[in-house]
């Protein structure tokens, strides 16, 4: 994006439609937390076997469980631990671009195939549920 453009449109582009992603380790049984941020432009959304844009942003927000082979080593404790990893919004831009990932791939023919189930859309999005600072407040309650 960035050097499409000069230096102030730049800005002015990114202060419209850049926002941060907060990637996050949880590891069960330990406290030690790690997270890092990616900027993005637009959100990708899954939306195979999806009904609606809340439940696409739900998926990317609850993670994924990492045990067994898949799990995750805590740098602060120095073991492997069963671990969620997880993205959440963590700065908002101000206009969001989201962009559904309507093709994906038949594993059986390994043809890309073009999904036309309906996905439904509010007219008004809330994200906070979505964000890291929703999601915190969240776990905070439980």
């Not at 499409?4 to 030690?32: M, Q, W, Y």
């Not at 844009?53 to 740098?75: A, P, T």
């Not at 671009?97 to 994906?104: C, N, P, Q, S």
């Amino acid at each position: 994006l960035e050097s499409a453009v000069d230096t102030e449109s730049s800005k002015v582009l990114t202060n419209i439609f850049a926002g941060k992603l907060v990637h996050e380790k949880i590891p069960r049984g330990c406290a030690h937390r790690t997270s890092s941020e990616e900027p993005f432009v637009a959100l990708s959304l899954m939306i195979r076997g999806k009904e609606s844009i809340q439940e696409s942003l739900s998926s990317l927000v609850e993670g994924e469980l990492m045990e067994g082979d898949n799990k995750v080593e805590c740098e602060a404790c120095g073991t492997k631990k069963d671990s969620i990893r997880r993205s959440t919004m963590g700065t908002l831009p101000n206009l969001l671009i989201l962009h559904l990932k309507r093709f994906d791939l038949d594993f059986n023919t390994f043809e890309t195939v073009k999904l036309n189930n309906r996905c439904e859309f509010p007219l008004v999005l809330n994200v906070k549920p979505y964000t890291k600072e929703g999601i915190d407040q969240i776990e905070a309650l439980q």
